[in-house]
Structure formats: structure tokens, C-alpha cells
């Protein structure tokens, strides 16, 4: 599956955003998405993950209350609304496909490349 995440941009502490990622083949429905993030001098982190139907979802601590994961089966598309940003919340967003809703990145299987977000003080 190819994916493909846009939306990402500069926006005021306290504003929103948000990331669309668009995925290829008719198997959409079949795979966990999820959100992660990489900020400079950081480790790539988990964000948010999404179940194949949508109705089970996870998130990071630091953005529970804040962000929202939401998919579109018919539209191959996952999203995130991303609600009082932050500036600690810039970094680069990947969107991610996989079987399993876990936090843990090696378990998933496909990676889209990201888009940037940039939120400033």
C-alpha cells in the first residue's frame, strides 16, 4: 500500500490543523492506521492509531483531548484533526499502515512520507 499524507503547515500556538493521508489499493479497510512524529534531535514517536473499522482508537499522552483520529473506508483516507497546538507539537507527521493497533513502530508495516508541521509561539 503506497500512502500519502498532506495538510501539514505554520500555525499559531492555540490554532489547528488538519493532516490527511490518502491510501493507494482497495484494501484500505483492512489495515490499522495510525499517526506518528518526528521532531528534530528526537525519536520518532507514536501519536495515534485507528482501528479498521473505526471504532477503537489510541493516542499518545501528550496529545489525548487535543488530537482526533478519524478515517474515511470509502475515501482510503485517514485523518487528524489536531486541536490547541503547540509549539512542542512541530515536528514531521507519518502517517502508517498495519494489522496491529499498537504504539510500537516495528509492527507496522507501511510508511507514508510526512508532512510538516510547524507551530510557532
Known sequence: VQLQA???GLVQAGGSLRLSCAASGRTFSSYVMGWFRHAPGKEREFVAAISRGGVSTQYAGSVKGRFTISRDNAKN???LQMSSLKPEDSAVYYC?????????????DYWG?????????
Open 113 to 121: 512520507q510526512g508532512t510538516q508541521v510547524t507551530v510557532s509561539s
Open 96 to 108: 502508517a499502515s498495519g494489522s496491529i493497533l499498537t504504539a510500537t513502530q516495528p509492527l507496522w
Open 6 to 8: 498532506s495538510g501539514g
Open 77 to 79: 483516507t485517514v485523518y
